[in-house]
């Protein structure tokens, strides 16, 4: 059966966007990175090359969490984050994850080292059932997800940068020049019964790129249907 998707943006003025997204949901690609890692860069080189890709938020939801705890090499990453360190350790913790390195993949709640296939690195088949729509508003700095059910999901939202150049200058990838996308620059979530979430950025919407979110059962990785898009 071919799984149907529907994706659509409406811009109204420059403060409102609406996503929609119904049928299979897109395929969440997480990497836990560090420019403080020698062997990270042709991971992030591999989900940069998402960016240009047809079936970028349709089909695949590229991010990248920056973890600090490579920090103390002698570089520290701007990117980085305690709180994406201990979502990898979380991972772990539930058996998502063999063990916390770096670069590390998940995809679709499940660890992935298709990656580290010098043949073939092509992301497994998307598996995930299809599911009702998902909605996300935003009016503003305010962000609001929709999901008709009226069992008990948590919500997930990632705010997310691309084009980001750094220069390293000491460490295991001292005199490299590295680009990033699709950094995670703030992760938030919230439980409800009643299939709405509200959630705000605090922070700069100039600086941000693009927006993913997603519901998942309570306690658990799969997701249950996503929502992405560019942030005009």
Do not use: C, M
């Given at each position: 059966m071919t799984a149907l998707i529907a994706l659509s943006v409406v811009s109204t003025l420059t403060s409102g966007q609406i996503w929609t997204n119904e049928g299979q949901p897109a395929q969440v690609v997480e990497l836990f990175t560090s420019e403080g890692c020698s062997s990270c860069?042709?991971?992030?080189?591999?989900?940069?090359?998402?960016?240009?890709?047809?079936?970028?938020?349709?089909e695949i939801i590229p991010i990248v969490y920056h973890v600090d705890y490579w920090d103390y090499l002698g570089w520290e990453d701007k990117f980085a984050k305690a709180e994406f360190s201990q979502l990898q350790r979380l991972?772990?913790?539930?058996?998502?994850?063999?063990?916390?390195?770096?670069?590390?993949?998940?995809?679709?709640?499940?660890?992935?080292?298709?990656?580290?296939?010098?043949?073939?690195?092509?992301?497994?088949?998307?598996?995930?059932?299809?599911?009702?729509?998902?909605?996300?508003?935003?009016?503003?700095?305010?962000?609001?997800?929709k999901y008709d059910s009226d069992q008990p999901l948590d919500a997930t939202i990632i705010f997310l940068s691309n084009n980001q150049t750094t220069q390293i200058?000491?460490?295991?990838?001292?005199?490299?020049?590295?680009?990033?996308?699709?950094?995670?620059?703030?992760?938030?979530?919230?439980r409800s019964s009643k299939g709405h979430w509200m959630f705000a950025y605090q922070g700069r919407l100039n600086d941000i790129d693009a927006v993913a979110a997603w519901?998942?059962?309570?306690?658990?990785?799969?997701?249950?249907?996503?929502?992405?898009?560019?942030?005009?």
């Open positions: 860069p042709p991971a992030d080189a591999f989900i940069s090359k998402f960016e240009h890709n047809d079936r970028l938020w349709q991972y772990h913790a539930y058996d998502v994850l063999g063990s916390v390195y770096t670069p590390g993949f998940v995809v679709d709640g499940k660890e992935w080292r298709g990656f580290f296939n010098w043949v073939n690195k092509a992301l497994p088949s998307n598996q995930q059932p299809l599911a009702s729509r998902l909605t996300l508003v935003r009016n503003g700095n305010s962000f609001e997800l200058q000491a460490g295991e990838n001292r005199g490299k020049t590295l680009e990033h996308d699709f950094i995670a620059v703030e992760r938030s979530q919230s519901i998942t059962p309570v306690g658990r990785f799969e997701r249950v249907q996503t929502v992405a898009g560019k942030i005009e």
